[in-house]
């Protein structure tokens, strides 16, 4: 058995958790999330500058607290693992230095982990989990992609978008309708009133430069362009905003968008397995629409917890947990942070010489 403490600090989420494969399958035995979405709002956006002080502030106490929780001690922990990559640098550092003292001071393992491993890790939360091969959409603040897992850590991405992120076009077009940040709850709370057929938005096609579209790819730029030109329409004519129904039909094309393409993925890969995380996977009706789609095809969908789609240190736990137990690696002491680096590259964090 191992019991892991996860450390996430690469935006706006600052979280701690103990993680264990007590009973063969991963068990979260306690997990802290101190969130600072309410002090960013104030600025419409992550300022990085007050992020990682906040993480600083933040993490003695979330670790404090989860040991507390659980009754457990430095000295029962097999393992620490931190989020390296990708994310805000400054962020990063601040919850890989503290793992890497920790591991230091007590001499156990640390691994550096790769933000979206961790999202993807985010399915073996949830009580029945698909086993690889599976693809999995997801959908976060800084990514959108489609990743055929063949096998435990084999990474193929599929899919992905050519300019904003899902939940990044979520936040820009919440901003546009004077909704707080961040955008994608805003925006679900007050389209529920709204009408999904009232405004027809476009589903962004990624052109092929020989002629036809990539099939899996996405673009989200045109959809928030349309909803701008849509706004400034309505405003010229001095007419009440209708916030609910551009709202609802934003969303409803989004999730459209997002099923049409995984499913089309998944059928011409011969996967009937599709996983859905990230923080966009939270998002209702998108998870609806992703259930109503499967019960027409012959493909299994699973949802990662909604209490796991947003950014917490459970899903870094569990991605850490699989590394040490089925892979039995760790990482450098050296491994440092980086802004930016390929999931399909995970596997270089466990190098003995560290790619950073
Ligand atoms: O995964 P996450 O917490 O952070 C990143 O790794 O980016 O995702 C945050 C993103 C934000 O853009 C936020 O607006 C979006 O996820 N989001 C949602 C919902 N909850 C969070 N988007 C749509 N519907 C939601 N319910
Ligand atoms: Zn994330």
């Known amino acids: ?31 802290e999330i101190a969130s600072q979405i309410e002090e960013h709002s104030n600025w419409g956006g992550v300022v990085p500058e007050i992020a990682s002080r ?8 979330l670790i404090e607290e989860v040991f507390a929780k659980t009754k457990l001690e430095i000295k029962n922990i097999d393992a620490v693992a931190a989020t390296v990559t990708p994310g805000l640098t400054g962020s990063l550092l601040v919850g890989s230095i503290t793992a890497r003292t920790l591991a230091n001071l007590h001499q156990i393992p640390f691994l550096g982990i790769h933000h979206l491993e961790g999202h993807l890790a985010s399915i073996y939360l949830a009580k029945n989990h698909p086993k690889p091969p599976f693809l999995v959409l997801l959908v976060s603040g800084g990514h959108t992609e489609l990743i055929k897992v063949d096998a435990q850590h084999k990474y193929q991405r599929l899919g992905r978008s050519h300019d904003d992120a899902a939940g990044e076009a979520f936040d820009k077009v919440a901003r546009l309708l004077g909704l707080p940040y961040p955008g994608g709850p805003a925006i679900q709370k007050v389209a529920k009133f709204g009408d ?46 209708p916030i609910a129904d551009i709202a609802a039909s934003f969303e409803n094309i989004v999730a459209e968008v997002l099923v ?49 789609c947003t950014d917490n240190a459970a899903m870094i736990g569990a991605a850490a947990l699989l590394r040490l137990t089925s892979d039995n690696v760790q990482s450098s002491m050296e491994l440092g942070v980086s802004a930016r680096w390929p999931l399909e590259k995970s596997d270089l964090l466990y190098d003995f010489n560290p790619p950073f």
């Open 196 to 241: 999904p057929k009232k405004f027809l938005f476009p589903k962004g096609r990624v052109s092929k430069p020989g002629g036809g579209f990539f099939p899996y790819d996405f673009s989200f730029s045109g959809v928030k362009t349309a909803v701008f030109r849509q706004i400034e329409k309505i405003r010229s004519e001095n007419k009440e905003l």
């Open 1 to 31: 058995m191992s019991i892991i403490l996860s450390l996430e600090t690469s935006c706006d989420e600052s979280a701690a958790a103990l993680v264990s494969n007590a009973k063969g399958k991963i068990d979260l035995l306690a997990h």
């Open 54 to 61: 906040r993480h600083l502030e933040n993490l003695p106490f």
């Open 260 to 308: 049409e393409r995984s499913f089309r993925c998944a059928l011409d890969q011969g996967l009937n397995s599709i996983v859905l995380v990230g923080g966009v996977a939270a998002n209702e009706r998108l998870r609806k629409m992703m259930l109503a789609k499967a019960s027409e095809n012959t493909i299994n969908i699973s949802l990662a917890p909604m209490e796991f």
